[in-house]
């Protein structure tokens, strides 16, 4: 796991294990709000760890942005005073995809054996929830893209996003939607930010927000229009194969290569639903 900070409050985890996920923590002398936990037991019990040593604040709230386990299957280390809050569609799918998605991943890891579903309590749903905690105002906000319940937590007094996977070095909408996608990296623009942490990969900075979010939208337009065209004129699946990110507008390097497959994925999920017609698996991450 590694470890940075973004601002003098605010703490980044970085898992080693699978795909750079991250997670976050603001930290106050009244508490901490963490943000979503890290895919592996042993890591999210190392961030817990190194946040009570800090001697700040309790942990008070724990938010989970979206209900995917690479983000999620850390809840059950918190203890029962700490306050688990998402959106209402994340509760939601929790309840209904949580156990299912949970028991096929313990199938091919078995380090995730002990995990134990644990879905939030509390829950918001029209506009926005501003958590307090100290001196620190925590804005959650409805993104849907990568998923339905996708959820941003802005820190307003850092001006810093914890996007999730609202923002990624390739945005990933198999599981969500893609024009929904859009309208959530419009809605991202607004926000006044000195950095983002994304959900998967390295912070962003100040300087690199506007060409990676205009990126992102630029990507999501042309990936389109280049699987309609292979569609329209017949080329076949093969065709797909030499679409390649970097066609995109978007890098292959990121997450160790990994934005490939997410991208593969994408192409495919396009492919199905302007033919009807796909059969690929896409990972959940
Ligand atoms: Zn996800």
Redesign the pocket.
């Known amino acids: 796991m590694r470890r940075e900070r973004v601002s003098d409050d605010i703490y980044v985890f970085t898992s080693d294990l699978y795909a750079q996920v991250t997670a976050s923590a603001v930290v106050t002398r009244e508490g901490i709000v963490v943000v979503d936990t890290l895919p592996f037991p042993n890591e999210t019990a190392e961030m817990i760890e190194y946040l009570t040593a800090l001697g700040a604040g309790p942990i008070k709230y724990l938010v989970n942005t ?1 209900w ?1 386990g ?2 999620t299957n850390g809840n059950y280390l918190f203890d029962d005073r700490v306050e688990l809050v998402c959106h209402k569609k994340c509760q939601e799918n929790m309840r209904e995809f949580g156990q299912a998605a949970l028991d096929e991943a313990r199938e091919s890891t078995p380090i995730l054996e002990e995990v134990e579903l644990r879905i939030p309590a509390l829950v918001f749903e029209e506009g926005e929830l501003v958590i307090h905690v100290g001196n620190k105002s925590i804005e959650l906000a409805l993104t849907p893209g ?2 339905l319940d996708s959820t941003v937590a802005y820190v307003r007094e850092d001006k810093v996003l914890l996007a999730a ?1 609202t923002v990624m070095p390739v945005p990933y909408f198999v ?1 969500g939607d893609r024009h929904q996608f859009r309208q959530s990296l419009e809605f991202v623009k607004q926000y006044n930010l000195e950095s983002i942490v994304q ?1 998967h990969g390295e912070v962003l900075l100040r300087g690199e927000i506007p060409g990676a979010i205009d990126s992102s939208i630029k990507y999501l337009t042309v990936l389109e229009q280049k699987v309609a065209k292979i569609v329209q004129q017949g080329q076949g699946k093969n065709a797909l194969d030499r679409l390649t990110i970097d066609s995109c507008g978007k890098s292959r390097i990121p997450l160790n290569g990994l934005v490939q497959d997410l991208h593969r994925a994408n192409v495919y999920a396009l492919y199905e639903e302007f033919t009807h017609n796909g059969e690929e698996t896409a990972p ?2």
């Open positions: 979206h995917h690479d983000h990568h998923t996977d599981w959900g959940q991450i």
